[in-house]
């Protein structure tokens, strides 16, 4: 790893969260999602050479007009009526990359559920649960972080539930 060290990595330091910090060359052309958009953490799992069920995207979207976080494993589709549901809205729809940056203070490829510039509700697919250790962005591209996905939910404050569909 760097000595340079990120808002996710320094707040599980200063709280004391068990964690790895796994540090890759973000390639220059990016696989593509299925929506056509960058396939960030489909690069981070082939770099790190770690199970897509594992490596985790933390999604910007918007429940009845607020900014909520939605982590769920890059193999996996965020179901938009399973995230508002989860968390007593009407309607979400992801946020638009300038959005999702302002309520993160992260850029797109490197947004992390953790030490956000706002805290913001968040939500973690029920498939993560299902494994010892999960990564997700430490706060920039090629670098993420190793924890728990109980660790993980004390540190955002998030709750679990089923979030995501197969065929990401």
Known sequence: MSA????????????????????????ERHGTARDGRPAYGRDAAAALDVATDRVCKTLVAMVDGKPVLAVVPVDRILDLKRL???LGGRHADLADP??????TGYVIGGISPIAGRRR???VLDEAVTAHATILVSAGRRGLQVELTPEDLLR????????????GG
Do not use: K
Not at 4 to 27: C, F, M, N, S
Not at 161 to 166: F, K, Y
């Open 4 to 27: 340079r060290g990120t808002r996710a990595t320094d707040e599980l330091r200063r709280l004391g969260i068990a964690h790895r910090v796994h540090e890759y060359e973000p390639p």
């Open 120 to 122: 913001l509700a968040a």
């Open 98 to 103: 300038a959005e999702a940056e302002r309520a």
């Open 155 to 166: 540190v955002i404050g998030g709750v679990v539930a089923p979030i995501g569909r197969a």
């Open 84 to 86: 508002a549901a989860s």
